[in-house]
C-alpha cells in the first residue's frame, strides 16, 4: 500500500500565502502531480514534480524532495476561489496515481 | 473539444440491478482510468487500461468489471450493486502511462444504491 499524508483542512485569509505539505512513501517514484477539486466537481491538474526543486506557475508552485518523501504546494494572493480540496498524488513506478485524502482550503475575506 | 464526458451524472439504483457507467473521451488518449471517491478516503482506483483491448485491476476491482473496445469508450459496469458502491465515480484518461502524463477527470457519476 501507499502512505500519503496531508492536513485534513486549513483556512487561510484572502491575499495571504498558504503552504499544504504531504509527505508520502510508495513503492518506486515516477513523480508526483497536485490536484485541486472544487466541491461538487471533477479533480483539476495543478502541477507535476519529477525532479528535486521547486516549479512555479503563476501563483502556485509545488516543491519536491524525493530523499524526504515530501512535497509543499504554495498558493499566493489567495483569492476566494481558491476555496477547494487540494490532493497529492504520488506516482509509483508502474501506472498508479496514488491520492491523498486531499486537504480542504477555506479562503476567508 | 469535450474532453472527457460521462453518464448517467447521477443515477439511484435498488440493490442487486446491473448499471454500466459510461465514459467517453475525444482526445485519442491511450489510457483510461475509473475512480471511486468516498468521503474520508479519497479517490481509489478500481479499473484502468493503458491500450484499447487491455484492461487491468486497480485497488479496490471487487464487484467491477470493464472493457475497452475502441480508444474513445471505456464503460464501467456494477453487475449486481450492493449499498457499498455508493459513491461518486470519475473516468479519467492520460495519453499514455509515461510518469509525466497527467490524467484528466470526467465531470464524474454520482451513485447511490439502496
Known amino acids: 500500500g501507499q502512505n500519503i499524508d496531508q492536513p485534513t483542512e486549513m483556512t487561510a485569509t484572502e491575499g495571504a500565502i498558504v503552504q499544504i505539505n504531504c509527505t508520502y512513501q510508495?513503492?518506486?517514484?515516477?513523480?508526483l502531480f497536485w490536484y485541486q477539486q472544487h466541491a461538487g466537481e471533477a479533480p483539476t491538474f495543478l502541477s507535476y514534480n519529477v525532479l528535486d526543486g521547486l516549479e512555479e506557475k503563476g501563483r502556485f508552485s509545488s516543491f519536491l524532495s524525493r530523499s524526504k518523501g515530501y512535497s509543499y504546494l504554495l498558493l499566493k494572493e489567495l483569492q476566494m476561489k481558491d476555496s477547494a480540496s487540494y490532493l497529492c498524488a504520488p506516482r509509483n513506478s508502474g501506472y498508479a496515481l496514488n491520492f491523498g485524502k486531499g486537504t480542504s482550503l477555506l479562503v476567508t475575506p | 473539444i469535450a474532453g472527457i464526458t460521462q453518464a448517467p451524472t447521477s443515477q439511484i439504483l435498488a440493490a442487486g440491478r446491473r448499471m454500466t457507467l459510461r465514459c467517453t473521451q475525444d482526445m485519442r488518449h491511450n489510457a483510461m482510468y475509473w475512480y471511486r471517491q468516498d468521503l474520508g478516503l479519497g479517490l481509489r482506483l478500481i479499473h484502468y487500461?493503458?491500450?484499447?483491448?487491455?484492461?487491468g485491476k486497480g485497488e479496490v476491482p471487487d464487484g467491477y468489471s470493464v472493457s475497452r473496445a475502441n480508444t474513445d469508450d471505456f464503460p464501467l459496469t456494477l453487475a449486481s450493486a450492493v449499498p457499498s458502491q455508493t459513491s461518486v465515480y470519475f473516468c479519467?484518461?492520460?495519453?499514455?502511462?509515461?510518469?509525466?502524463?497527467?490524467?484528466?477527470f470526467g465531470p464524474g457519476t454520482r451513485l447511490t444504491v439502496l
Open positions: 510508495t513503492s518506486g517514484f515516477n513523480g
Open positions: 487500461s493503458n491500450t484499447a483491448g487491455t484492461t
Open positions: 479519467a484518461s492520460s495519453a499514455g502511462l509515461a510518469g509525466s502524463d497527467t490524467q484528466y
